[in-house]
């Protein structure tokens, strides 16, 4: 690359190839910036119209040096790059690499409203369309239906399903995936009719990869709108079962760590999602999924406090993820983990830090201005932690209408109907 100037045009493109090639044995090796340099470098040496002379090449090129650069946090040319791709793809087809880490992009920045909005309209165009307003009696029937598919239905039937090989809903299934994490925050009815909607798709056109993660995504939903355990238990083990052993099993883990820990506490101690989220965090990391490793990595603090960890070792833990989330430019779940922090600050007295953190209050009114549902729950929780704490139990009662008024069903409803349900016990004694 020292003497690229000197090079003809057929040695810059076996140059450009070479990089191409170094970059990819880098990112393997988790070597992200070192690989972001080589991918530079291979465009570097590319023709001075590219897309025109060298088109597979420069796709590929131009495809890594933003994967790398969203990986690395460093990459703040991604964005730049991406467009780029856009503008100059020759077919849909070749987009839906750049379309799927734009969403991702959009989504690192907390924007999940509008990473949906341009997630449904990549589902459109792919002839896969959702109404606007989802009624919650419509998505309980969907489920039922959906559940009748899955009855006594065992890995080894799913395996023995052909595999899905229409391109067209191999890419509505990998969009489809994307949905059911993005809309988490805000339109759950939606994430519950895209899981559906994934399953179909399996019995239909035949099993793919994303398959795997409409089971997790659809077991979440079986629970939380029906409250039937043993299915959803099932369907959790179904998944896993597939998960295991797959060439692509880090990148599973940490899209289906959240949606497993919805449904895994009903069997076992709360405090095991802590290790749950540990692995979910680790997976994306090794497999370069950035966004379900934050969102793990919040989780895990969430989950060390509300499990009864020292608050101490919950407040540094959060403080050490605080600074992964700076490095790698990811905002998504950085309220959530403030909101974690704080509330260990209020309960142990020690709210002594350089990082500028929110109060929950402030946390709670920028979520109710952009909407995120997912980070309302969470922050009315621990606000509610705090006053049960300190025996407020009028405050906790006050702060559990507002949590019900939210009008969303969550897993974590369990935990507030603990802290209330004492609270109304203990006012009650006091009032009798």
């Not at 006053?387 to 897993?411: C, G, I, P, W």
């Amino acid at each position: 690359n020292v003497c690229k100037e000197n090079l003809n045009q057929m040695e810059r493109l076996i140059f450009a190839r070479l990089n191409l090639s170094a970059g990819k044995h880098s990112m393997a090796s988790s070597s992200y910036e070192q690989a972001r340099g080589y991918f530079e470098s291979g465009i570097s040496l590319l023709h001075a119209r590219p897309w025109k002379k060298q088109y597979a090449l420069c796709l590929e090129l131009y495809e890594m040096s933003a994967v790398v650069g969203f990986m690395d946090g460093g990459g703040e040319n991604v964005s730049s790059r991406l467009d780029d791709i856009l503008s100059n793809a020759k077919c849909f087809g070749d987009t839906i690499k750049s379309r799927e880490l734009l969403l991702k992009v959009i989504a690192s920045r907390g924007e999940y409203a509008e990473s949906t909005s341009q997630c449904l309209s990549t589902l459109s165009k792919l002839g896969e369309n959702f109404p606007k307003e989802i009624e919650s009696s419509k998505v309980t029937k969907e489920i039922v239906r959906t559940m009748a598919l899955l009855k006594d239905i065992t890995k080894d039937d799913i395996r023995k399903l052909p595999l899905m090989t229409n391109p067209s809903k191999l890419y509505a299934m990998k969009f489809l995936s994307m949905l059911c994490t993005l809309s988490l925050t805000s339109r759950k009815n939606l994430c519950h009719l895209a899981s559906c909607l994934m399953v179909k798709f399996t019995f239909k056109y035949g099993f793919c990869e994303e398959s795997i993660h409409g089971l997790g995504d659809f077991a979440r939903g079986l629970l939380l709108e029906t409250q039937d355990i043993v299915n959803s238990i099932r369907i959790v083990s179904l998944a896993e079962s597939l998960m295991s052993g797959h060439p692509n099993h880090h990148a599973l883990r940490a899209r289906l760590t959240l949606r497993f820990c919805v449904v895994k506490p009903c069997t076992e101690p709360v405090q095991t999602c802590i290790e749950h989220y540990r692995n979910g965090f680790n997976s994306g990391m090794i497999s370069g999924d950035i966004e379900n490793a934050m969102t793990c990595g919040y989780l895990c603090c969430f989950s060390k406090m509300h499990s009864g960890n020292g608050l101490q070792s919950t407040q540094d833990a959060c403080c050490d993820f605080l600074r992964q989330l700076a490095k790698h430019k990811h905002v998504g779940s950085l309220n959530g983990t403030m909101s974690v922090f704080d509330t260990c600050a209020a309960l142990s007295g020690n709210s002594g830090n350089s990082l500028g953190i929110k109060t929950n209050e402030e946390i709670f009114e920028e979520a109710k201005q952009k909407k995120n549902s997912f980070l309302l729950h969470q922050v009315c929780l621990n606000q509610i932690f705090v006053q049960f704490y300190f025996r407020d139990h009028l405050s906790v009662m006050k702060l559990a209408e507002v949590y019900n008024n939210l009008d969303t069903k969550r897993a974590m409803d369990v935990i507030q109907v603990y802290f209330t349900g004492i609270s109304a016990l203990a006012l009650s004694r006091c009032n009798g």
